[in-house]
T-cell receptor, first 114, second 114 residues
Framework: KAGVTQTPRYLIKTRGQQVTLSCSPISGHRSVSWYQQTPGQGLQFLFEYFSETQRNKGNFPGRFSGRQFSNSRSEMNVSTLELGDSALYLC?????????????FGEGSRLTVL | QKEVEQNSGPLSVPEGAIASLNCTYSDRGSQSFFWYRQYSGKSPELIMSIYSNGDKEDGRFTAQLNKASQYVSLLIRDSQPSDSATYLCAVNSDSGGSNYKLTFGKGTLLTVNP
């Protein structure tokens, strides 16, 4: 059974640019949630998509957005990048959603903003 | 005020000892609790979940929950060097309107010395 796949694994952007990250969940999982991980703030919840609908949202600005497609693949977009957006972005796949807490994480996309 | 707090460590224990990891949370309405293990450079993986007061055992791992004290802990018996990792406590709570939020602590770094 294939795991959660995130692309790209590494990317470097400059301030003001935008970035799109992709996540393919485990087959059959309808929930995809996104997290930002930094040494200072730890793992912070961005949002969750379930069956193409945003179901839950964390406390991040509107520059952070996402969507989910009918095949459950999800994308996350960050616009007008800031230096502070440098982080590891993790997505997690779940059968029942974040309310179950049973998440399967991908390897992450490491974003560096210069 | 932080919502989920953990001692950042590092917690160092000798091989074969019991490692005790602690977590407190602020939302009294929190409903479910999880422990994730994250090896250096890897993504988190779920190791234990607990939903009701008391102890839950799974192999060498025991999760303990005390909702009155808003406290959850993880005990690792017969600690092995392979248990060396950062342990993340995650707490799920209802943020209203059937929406949920999953909040992670910053993690405790455990080192098991041979």
């Amino acid at each position: 059974k294939a795991g959660v796949t995130q692309t790209p694994r590494y990317l470097i952007k400059t301030r003001g640019q935008q970035v799109t990250l992709s996540c393919s969940p485990i087959s059959g999982h309808r929930s995809v949630s996104w997290y930002q991980q930094t040494p200072g703030q730890g793992l912070q919840f961005l949002f969750e998509y379930f069956s193409e609908t945003q179901r839950n949202k964390g406390n991040f600005p509107g520059r952070f957005s996402g969507r989910q497609f009918s095949n459950s693949r999800s994308e996350m977009n960050v616009s007008t990048l800031e230096l502070g957006d440098s982080a590891l972005y993790l997505c997690a796949s779940s059968l029942g959603g974040i309310n179950t807490g049973e998440l399967f994480f991908g390897e992450g996309s490491r974003l560096t903003v210069l | 005020q932080k919502e989920v707090e953990q001692n950042s460590g590092p917690l160092s224990v000798p091989e074969g000892a019991i490692a005790s990891l602690n977590c407190t949370y602020s939302d009294r309405g929190s409903q479910s609790f999880f422990w994730y293990r994250q090896y250096s450079g890897k993504s988190p993986e779920l190791i234990m979940s607990i939903y009701s007061n008391g102890d839950k055992e799974d192999g060498r791992f025991t999760a303990q929950l005390n909702k009155a004290s808003q406290y959850v802990s993880l005990l690792i018996r017969d600690s092995q060097p392979s248990d060396s990792a950062t342990y993340l406590c995650a707490v799920n709570s209802d943020s209203g309107g059937s929406n949920y939020k999953l909040t992670f602590g910053k993690g405790t770094l455990l080192t098991v010395n041979p």
